[in-house]
């Protein structure tokens, strides 16, 4: 719960690049790395996942999905275990009646291996644009 709130503040108060330098840090590991998943990292994972959850039940506002992500993704740091951070966005239309508006919509969510730690993406349409850090070879690597 300490981790939520001290990223809710970090987002809140400070500006994007003092961030940013926490997403590209020293745990990038190579996907092979990740693929070749132990059963200690995939219990890591599926823990830091179920404290997260069980601290967003019992925290009294709701942190966004960013919030959320970097919280883990900072609880699994420290176990040496590393993740990668996806950063998603949708076009949503604005039933206000005037004209065809269009409201930009993100969302953020973080996985380790092939676990969802949180916040996974709906069939909703939300589209990946990047992923922190990079993957090897990929369009931001």
């Not at 809140?12 to 059963?39: F, H, N, T």
């Not at 997260?52 to 275990?81: D, F, K, N, Q, Y």
């Amino acid at each position: 719960m300490v981790w939520v709130g001290l990223f809710q503040a970090a987002v809140l108060l400070l500006p994007a690049r003092r961030l940013l330098p926490d997403l590209s840090g020293d745990d990038r590991i190579e996907a092979a790395a990740i693929a070749a998943d132990g059963g200690n990292r995939t219990a890591s994972a599926r823990l830091v996942r179920d404290a997260v959850s069980g601290a967003l039940r019992r925290l009294p506002w709701t942190p966004s999905c960013l919030v959320l992500a970097l919280a883990a993704r900072r609880m699994l740091s420290r176990r040496g275990i590393a993740s990668r951070l996806h950063i998603g966005v949708d076009l949503i239309s604005d039933d206000s009646g005037i004209g065809e508006a269009r409201r930009l919509s993100a969302h953020a969510w973080l996985t380790c291996g092939r676990i969802g730690v949180t916040g996974l993406p709906g069939a909703d349409g939300i589209r990946e644009i990047a992923v922190f850090p990079p993957e090897p070879g990929g369009l931001d690597g």
